[in-house]
C-alpha cells in the first residue's frame, strides 16, 4: 500500500528535488577567476557585462577634542550676547559650540566639555560663563 498517490504531492517532490539539484550546480563565483582578467581601468569583463568595483572611500577624518575653559572669558560678563562676540568668547574658551541661556531656564543637564554655556539676562547681557 502507497500512502502518497496524489499528483499534488508528487510534483512537490519533483520541485523540491530539481531545486536541490540545480543549487549543487551554482557557482560560487565573485567574478574574480584567472580566466577573466581585469581591464587596465580596474573593471572587469564577463562576456558583454562589465563589471565596475564600488570606489572606495577615504575615512572622515577626526576632529580633535577641545575643552572648554571659561577662566579667561570671564571679563565678558556684561557684555551684549551679539553673534560676534558670542563667536569670540566661544574661541577665547576653547570651546566647540556656545548655548546661551537665560537665567532660570530650564536645560538639560548632560556635561559637554566642548560647550560654553553663555547666562544672559532679560536685556541680554551676560551675567555668566561656564563650561558644559
Excluded: W
Excluded at 520541485?15 to 573593471?43: F, I, K, N
Aim: aromatic share 4%; charged share 15%.
Amino acid at each position: 500500500m502507497t500512502r502518497y498517490k496524489t499528483p499534488g504531492f508528487r510534483l512537490c517532490c519533483s520541485a523540491a528535488a530539481l531545486t536541490l539539484l540545480l543549487a549543487g550546480c551554482a557557482t560560487t563565483d565573485s567574478g574574480t577567476s584567472p580566466s577573466r582578467p581585469a581591464t587596465p581601468s580596474g573593471t572587469l569583463t564577463t562576456g558583454s557585462a562589465v563589471i565596475t568595483p564600488a570606489p572606495t572611500q577615504p575615512a572622515p577624518p577626526i576632529r580633535q577634542t577641545q575643552t572648554c575653559n571659561a577662566k579667561p572669558v570671564q571679563l565678558y560678563i556684561g557684555h551684549n550676547t551679539v553673534p560676534s562676540t558670542l563667536e569670540m568668547i566661544r574661541k577665547k574658551a576653547g570651546a566647540y559650540s556656545v548655548r546661551v541661556l537665560a537665567e532660570n531656564q530650564p536645560s538639560t543637564m548632560e556635561f559637554d566639555q566642548e560647550r560654553l554655556n553663555v547666562i544672559t539676562n532679560d536685556a541680554g547681557k551676560i551675567t555668566a560663563l561656564r563650561c558644559g
